[in-house]
């Protein structure tokens, strides 16, 4: 259950500094990156470096 309200927090944080960015779409590359059989660990690890780097920016003050 914590880790849902953290989820969310940060989402809504996320979201209050870029409204632009869309999240849904982020995760979803992320999931097909990690599941896909036939990409490479460069793209998926491309893909998850930033989507954080995104998000630790918007967390930034």
């Not at 992320?30 to 793209?43: P, Q, S």
Request: net charge neutral; glycine share 4%.
């Amino acid at each position: 259950m914590a880790l849902r309200a953290d989820r969310g927090t940060t989402r809504r944080w996320s979201a209050r500094r870029n409204p632009e960015r869309d999240g849904a779409d982020e995760h979803r590359r992320l999931e097909e990156a990690a599941l896909a059989r036939d990409i490479d660990t460069d793209t998926a690890t491309a893909t998850l470096t930033r989507h954080l780097t995104l998000t630790a920016a918007g967390l930034e003050p």
